[in-house]
Nanobody
Framework: QVQLLESGGGLVQAGDSLRLSCAAS??????MGWFRQAPGKEREFVGA????????DYADSVKGRFTISGDKAKNTVYLQMNGLKPDDTALYSC??????????????????WGPGTQVTVSS
């Protein structure tokens, strides 16, 4: 059983930065992903990291602004968010999946999820 817990969300102004953390208890799978869901919208892929080699992948909407990193010893994944925009306002959740090549952008391929942390960006 894997439990994930996000932290680090908050209310910030446009242009500010935040770093989200996702702490895992138990052994996670190969892929760690970040997703977000804004009110009235579907959950969308933000980015993912594979513990095998630390390869990352990002949605076009956050590429160049967000960075995912991981500390395997702490069983924690981070999402550094710079240049935040009001459109980034959402509930951010981390999840873990066995799949990288075919499923890292597909939320249905993720088996365990954290409850999420709210990020609100004011203009």
């Amino acid at each position: 059983q894997v439990q994930l817990l996000e932290s680090g969300g908050g209310l910030v102004q446009a242009g500010d930065s935040l770093r989200l953390s996702c702490a895992a208890s138990g052994r996670t799978f190969n892929t760690m992903g970040w997703f977000r869901q804004a009110p009235g919208k579907e959950r969308e892929f933000v980015g993912a990291l594979t513990w095998n080699g630390g390869i990352t992948d990002y949605a076009d909407s956050v590429k160049g602004r967000f960075t995912i990193s991981g500390d395997k010893a702490k069983n924690t994944v981070y999402l550094q968010m710079n240049g935040l925009k009001p459109d980034d306002t959402a509930l951010y959740s981390c999840a873990t999946s066995r799949s990288w090549a075919l499923g890292r952008r597909n939320s249905q391929r993720y088996e365990y999820w954290g409850p999420g942390t709210q990020v609100t960006v004011s203009s």
